[in-house]
């Protein structure tokens, strides 16, 4: 992590900016929707270079924004701060549903801090795109964490497709890094492809799962086990707490039987608390050891930097996709053309190759 | 499966040909290459759907051909035997190196045929393309079955890349169902990408695994044994007998705790032997299983109706995505850029936005 100084002696290159603008920080909170005063890209890059964590939460509006003139601003302020970022920690969470992520962030959350972390809390939901988002609901379901001085939480971007929440979750990585963060989890729902998405951002993967092996442990998209670095089986309190060490010796014998990743990292699988406070603290341990484990080997860097290959090939198979099912013509063929698919009058790849003509001889 | 006076009559259909052309097969066989008689793609049509399994090789040899005449007649030979597939129970198999999947294939295969089914066994190698196929091998290694009179064994097609490869496997399954196989075996090297490709293909997919937690389960690619309906242990036999049910033991317990799968079956764990004849039968007995219970529930015809959507929407994709990576501007930006995004310079998304201008531009 960059100290505050190296930050000062950056700012100082950022066109001789030496200050974060001055702004009045009630102004910004109490009327924040009326009269946001508009910055400057530098403006905005200095006051996230400095810490200050309104501009922060401004300039991540800014690259959710779908308007074209904030796009512009965002992506000169995220490219401003791109030196500045990838000094943090990455950490991807999610879970099967009733494993109770947000207690567990909570506590994991206060304890990173303790530790003299200062933590960004991001979350994943694309399911969010309908309800607009849940700003209050993440706030208030992390009480202690949510007015820590040393946390920020930031609910998830609620517009646009599934690769735009992947982006926009991206850069705002970086905003964060570059406002001094140094420890990132991200959260994301359980519906399996934001999870994909979220693996080409995090260093570590860490999976909630619950003992008991009912329903519950069916909320669980597959593949996403087989991503985790780490299976923390929560909820091992009381009378739960045999069950959940009994689960958690049959998810190691389970991981035995799988390949090996490709950090070398044998995935871990260890049981906690967040209500009695206990194995939060071993669960940290066992990063820090992958981090450290991974940073000797070299395999942090190599992977961060297939890391942003990957995100760029996605983004651009996602691009060409997006233009051609987009595309009207190729829309208003679909139909049809699955129709026959359906009936098994045309293989697979007439049926392919009919859609693309059409799409070809409009983009030629 | 269709009845060979079935096909008879689909025969009269075919612009009144009755039967196949006559063809003296000493010829065929001994100077094919030499003076390869040329059909038309409806005498081709009669051959296939009459069985005669020279002339569907020689239709399988047009499929896998990238010559522009070849691949014409091929569509339209593939087209006309449409109708006449599909009436087949289609397994893929994969398992880990040294798991005995010849041997295995070759006892498993003279199984089903005294069963009175008639076997066609597809290889899929991606790696072939290099070694142009290894069709000396294939026959070799089943040496029973590949002379057996109700097995026909193509080795992989050896041209092109794995998408070329999937859609001639694809279309050879075709042509064999229209032959008259009504058990179809496709074997894929356990490389990852076939596998999952091969997915879009079978109903029923069996994954060979060695007993032993060592290096030998490293082989399997990550994400395969999410994909099995079936694991069989092979050479379960000697003294390798109790280490093999052992094992069988433990994945049994693995897959407990994973997802459940969308055809609503447990994927199952047995073991067998090729060499003393254990537990092939058993195997097969529980395949027929699977196909009985999907065909009740709607999912066998469901499954493959999703998988012709989903192998039009693989062909596009990868069409796409060779359009723009074989691009020849896209393709002298892409070192600079990649070379940018190891230094850390540019995000992934401004990456892959100057790179799609660029294609772009070309296009339109």
Wanted: aromatic share 8%; hydrophobic share 40%.
């Amino acid at each position: 992590m960059k100290k505050k100084a190296e930050y000062k002696s950056a700012l100082s290159i950022n066109k001789g900016i030496n200050q974060p603008p001055s702004i009045n920080p009630d102004v910004l909170t109490k009327s924040v929707r009326k009269r946001r005063k508009k910055y400057s890209a530098d403006e905005f890059v200095a006051g996230i270079l400095s810490g200050n964590r309104t501009i922060l939460s401004q300039a991540i509006t800014m690259v959710e924004s779908s308007l074209p003139a904030h796009c512009e601003t965002a992506q000169l302020i995220v490219e401003k701060c791109l030196p500045y970022s990838a000094q943090s920690v990455r950490i991807g969470i999610t879970g099967v549903p009733g494993a109770g992520k947000s207690t567990f962030i909570e506590t994991f959350g206060l304890y990173i801090t303790g530790e003299g972390r200062k933590l960004a809390v991001l979350t994943v939901d694309p399911s969010s795109e309908n309800t607009k988002g849940s700003i209050l609901g993440d706030k208030t379901r992390m009480e202690l964490l949510s007015i820590h001085p040393q946390a920020f939480i930031r609910p998830s971007p609620s517009a646009g497709k599934l690769g735009g929440v992947a982006r926009k979750t991206r850069e705002t990585i970086i905003l964060c890094e570059a406002a001094g963060f140094d420890t990132i989890l991200i959260e994301t729902v359980g519906v399996g492809q934001s999870e994909t998405s979220v693996h080409t951002m995090v260093d570590f993967f860490l999976l909630l799962m619950l003992a008991g092996a009912g329903d519950e442990l069916q909320g669980i998209k597959r593949g996403i086990m087989e991503m985790a670095d780490l299976i923390a089986i929560t909820k091992a309190d009381g009378l739960n707490k045999l069950v959940a060490e009994n689960a958690s010796i049959a998810y190691q014998n389970a991981l035995y039987l799988f390949p090996k990743k490709s950090s070398g990292w044998s995935p871990q699988v260890h049981t906690c608390s967040a209500i009695t406070n206990t194995g939060i603290k071993e669960l940290w341990g066992i990063i820090m050891e992958y981090i450290d484990f991974t940073k000797k080997s070299g395999y942090f860097e190599t992977f961060r930097k297939e890391q942003s290959i990957i995100r760029m090939h996605n983004t651009i198979i996602e691009y060409l996709n997006n233009s051609f099912y987009d595309n009207r013509d190729v829309k208003s063929m679909v139909p049809d053309i699955e129709r026959q698919l359906h009936e098994g009058s045309i293989t697979s790849y007439k049926a392919a190759f009919k859609l693309l003509d059409k799409y070809f001889k409009r983009q030629l």
